[in-house]
Structure formats: C-alpha cells, structure tokens
C-alpha cells in the first residue's frame, strides 16, 4: 500500500480542527499561542486548481464563469482528474516521451490522485497562476549564466541512460526528498499537482517545524539570530532561519542544495528564497515567497499561496518500504541491455 497510518500521538498539542475550510484570505480573530504568537500549528494542505504559472498571456484572475467550468466534476471523475480513465491525455503510445510522463495516468486509480477540487482565492480574485512577481504570473528568463549552467547539467546527464544507475533517478523517486522540480516542502514551497500536498505544522517559542506528508520531509526552523552554516555546507531544504515581523513569520534561506532543483533549475550558490507565513484566520495562512537567484534570474520572482485547514489525519507516505518498483525499473533496463546483446 503506499501509505502506513502515521502515529499522531506527537501531535497532541494541536489546535483542534475547525469543520469547513475557508477559500477566501479574510480578516477574523486569528489564533495565538501562549507567548502572543500567531499561531501556524495544525494540518494544512495547498493543493488547489490554480498552476503553479500563468497560462501566457493570461490576466491574473478568472471569471466567475471560468472558475464554475474548471471546478465541475464530471460523473464520479474530479474536476482535475489524475487517470486516462476519467480525461487525463493518454500519452501511452507516444515512444518520444519518457515513461514517466507516457505512463502517467495509467499507473493508479482514481482513489490515488488528488489533484485539487477549487480554484486558490486571495483577497477576493481567483488566481490563475502561484507565481504574482513578475506581473505576467511566469517565472523570468534565464540570465546568459542561468542558460550555461542548463546547457552544462543537459550535458552531462545525456552522457549516461536515464536507467543506468540509481543515482540518475529523480530524488523523490529514489525517496531521499521530494524536493526536485515541484517541491512541497520548499523552500519554496510548490504545491503538489499529484496526491499528499499535506503538511503538519509544530510551533514552539524557538522553533517552527514543517513536515510533508509526501516522503514525511521535516524542515526544522530556528526563530532567532543564530550562526549561519558554512558556506560548503549544503543540505537539504538549505540552512533556514526564522524572525517575526509583527503578525508574520519571516523565514530567510540560503546555502541551498544544487541537486535540490527548483521547476528543474538547479540553485545557483547565491540563491536566497525569503518566506512569509501570514495567520489571516481560523482556516487560512497565507504564504508568500521570493526567490532572488541573480547568477540564475533575470530578477527575483514569487508569489502567493493560501494553505487551508486540513481537516483530515495525515498518513505516513512509506516511500522506502513500497519502492519496489525503482528496483524493478533498473532491472529492466538491465535486461533490455541483455536483449539488445543477444544474451
């Protein structure tokens, strides 16, 4: 099965759940912790309808029209459905694509897929892309040094096959993070567009912890000054430290992983991603972030996204323990390599 019920004994000290979640970013008491703080604690979840980039030439919000069109069921199929079955593309006979993408959609059922149900609202505008800087919802160009660094991982990676050893596959696939082109744990943090876009938030005085469902990712945070990591010392989800401004929680990251890509872009060694997390009522925290990459981006870009009250129990996605299929795809190529050699 690919998730195990996760003891939620550890959590005990949440705020208890309210009943329906709230889409809109309003104004409401906001709860508190003990000390004064807002308080983030609790089960939240960001998947939504809304891409994560604008459609080009895109304006930043949807009609009433559009939102009821994208937010329609069809029959027992989910208005974002994740199977050939209920609509997704069938790329299955495509041999110019990976298996990845040609095979997705055929590789589970409905039950699995979760890919949002409503569109993200914020201050009053269904949003059609995550990204709100720059204007046009799309991340900005590369700079002539982003477009060498592109050129340069290409090239080195179609040196080997995509299964030739374990260290070629995708991160998430291989259960180390599911940190590499949507990243739900961040920073920053880019909603999932497949299942488990869920997260428990434990907050202290001193510390803020966020953990993932999806390969249970914990990114601990210390609020404070406190000293900074070497230079060469680069894990993942980067070296993050935490600060309040007023009602907001600041977290500022540098010294980020470069096989820790973002949208498939490695960071470059500069890279700082800047995240506010925003208490705006009983069902919502708003979070912002900014990515400032010069070596990579033409300028910073970021955006806006509106966690909602999870009012479900969070299960352990047991990646290591189901995984059998990375075993499985290694030995077929290896007996595609027999085949090919007559052997």
């Not at 329609?72 to 041999?95: F, H, I, K, L, M």
């Not at 498939?264 to 979070?287: A, H, N």
Request: proline fraction near 8%; charged fraction near 25%.
């Amino acid at each position: 099965m690919k998730k195990v019920l996760f003891s939620l004994t550890i959590f005990a000290g949440f705020i208890s759940m309210a009943q329906a979640p709230a889409r809109d970013v309003g104004a409401s008491q906001v709860p508190r912790t003990p000390d004064g703080r807002p308080d983030l604690q609790g089960n939240w979840t960001n998947m939504w309808l809304t891409p994560f980039e604008r459609e080009e030439g895109r304006g930043p919000s949807y009609t009433a029209a559009e939102v009821a069109q994208l937010e329609q069921p069809s029959g027992d199929c989910p208005a974002r459905p994740g199977t050939v079955e209920c609509g997704r593309d069938d790329n299955r006979t495509d041999a110019s694509l990976n298996n990845e993408v040609r095979l997705s959609g055929a590789e589970y059922n409905e039950v699995y897929w979760d890919r949002g149900s409503l569109v993200a609202i914020v201050n009053g505008e269904p949003r059609t892309s995550f990204i709100t800087r720059p204007s046009n919802g799309r991340r900005p160009p590369l700079t002539p040094e982003g477009e060498r660094r592109v050129r340069q991982d290409r090239a080195f990676r179609e040196q080997f096959g995509a299964y030739d050893h374990p260290e070629l596959r995708p991160l998430g696939e291989r259960c180390v993070v599911n940190g590499s082109t949507s990243g739900p744990a961040g920073p920053p943090i880019v909603p999932k567009t497949s299942y488990n876009g869920n997260y428990t938030i434990v907050q202290t005085t001193d510390h803020v912890m966020i953990m993932t469902e999806m390969i249970h990712d914990a990114r601990i945070i210390p609020i404070g000054d406190g000293p900074p990591l070497p230079d060469h010392v680069r894990p993942w989800f980067g070296d993050s430290r935490g600060h309040w401004e007023g009602e907001v929680l600041v977290v500022e990251t540098t010294n980020l992983n470069s096989l820790q890509t973002l949208q498939g872009i490695s960071p470059s060694e500069e890279m700082k991603v800047t995240e506010r997390f925003t208490r705006v009522d009983e069902e919502t925290i708003l979070y912002e972030f900014t990515v400032d990459d010069p070596t990579v981006y033409t300028e910073p870009w970021g955006g806006e996204v509106p966690f909602r009250r999870f009012n479900d129990l969070l299960y352990e996605y047991a990646c290591h323990e189901g995984n059998y299929s990375f075993s499985g795809v290694l030995g077929g190529a290896r007996y595609q390599e027999r085949l090919a050699e007559g052997r």
